[in-house]
C-alpha cells in the first residue's frame, strides 16, 4: 500500500539523510524546504521543540532522523538498506548510528554553538578544545572500523552509512578529517553515489 510521505527540512541539515534515504529507497516524496518553520507552532504538532526534520508519513508524523531513516527501510525491506532485526547487522546498524551521533556529532553541534549560533553572551569558548578532543577520538573509532572494512555493517553500503557518513561529512567540514585518510576515502565512496544529499560543506 503506498503511503503519503512529507519531509520537513531545510539546507544541509540532518534532513539530509531523510531526502538521501527516500531517494534511494525510490520513493515519491514531498520535501518542504522551509526553515522558517523552526520553532513555529504548525512545526510543534510534529516534534514538540520545533525543530527539523519531521516528516509525515502515512498521515503519522515522526521525527529525529536517524529514527525516520530506520523506520523507512524496514518499512521497504525489499529495498536492502538495512539488515533484519536480530540479525548481528542490525546490531551494528544500532551500535554505530548511537556511537556517532554521542560521541562525535552532539560535540560537533555543541561546537557550532558556542563558535556561532549562540549569542556572543551565552558562548564560552573553554569547551571548543574538550569537544575537539572527545571528536577526534571518536574519528578514530571509526577509522580503524573501516580501514578493514567498506561499510560499517559489511561489505554492501546501508543506511548506516547515510546516518554515519552525514557526521562524517559534518566532522570534515569542521576540519577534523585531515589526519584521517581512511575515513577521507569512506566519504568520498559516498559522495560518489548518484543520491548522495551531503556532498556540499556543513554550516
Request: proline share 3%.
Amino acid at each position: 500500500m503506498d503511503r503519503l510521505i512529507t519531509l520537513y527540512g531545510t539546507g544541509t541539515t540532518r534532513s539530509s539523510r531523510c531526502r538521501w534515504t527516500l531517494l534511494e529507497l525510490g520513493l515519491d516524496f514531498d520535501y518542504v524546504d522551509n526553515g522558517s518553520l523552526i520553532g513555529t507552532a504548525e512545526l510543534k504538532k510534529m516534534q514538540p521543540l520545533g525543530k527539523l526534520p519531521a516528516i509525515i508519513i502515512g498521515g503519522e508524523s515522526l521525527f529525529e532522523s536517524t529514527a525516520i531513516c530506520t523506520y523507512l527501510c524496514d518499512l521497504y525491506p525489499k529495498k536492502n538498506l538495512i539488515a533484519s532485526v536480530g540479525s548481528r547487522e542490525r546490531a551494528l546498524h544500532e551500535q554505530w548510528c548511537s556511537f556517532a551521533l554521542t560521541e562525535i556529532e552532539g560535540y560537533l553541534w555543541s561546537s557550532s554553538k558556542h563558535k556561532s549560533l549562540y549569542p556572543a553572551e551565552k558562548r564560552v569558548a573553554a569547551v571548543l578544545p574538550i569537544n575537539t578532543e572527545e571528536i577526534i577520538a571518536g574519528l578514530a573509532v571509526l577509522e580503524d572500523t573501516l580501514n578493514e572494512t567498506p561499510y560499517l555493517t559489511g561489505s554492501n553500503f546501508s543506511v548506516t552509512d547515510i546516518i554515519v557518513g552525514f557526521t562524517v561529512n559534518w566532522a570534515r567540514s569542521a576540519g577534523h578529517l585531515e589526519t584521517f585518510p581512511v575515513l577521507s576515502a569512506y566519504l568520498e565512496r559516498l559522495h560518489e553515489r548518484e543520491l548522495c544529499t551531503f556532498k556540499q560543506n556543513l554550516i
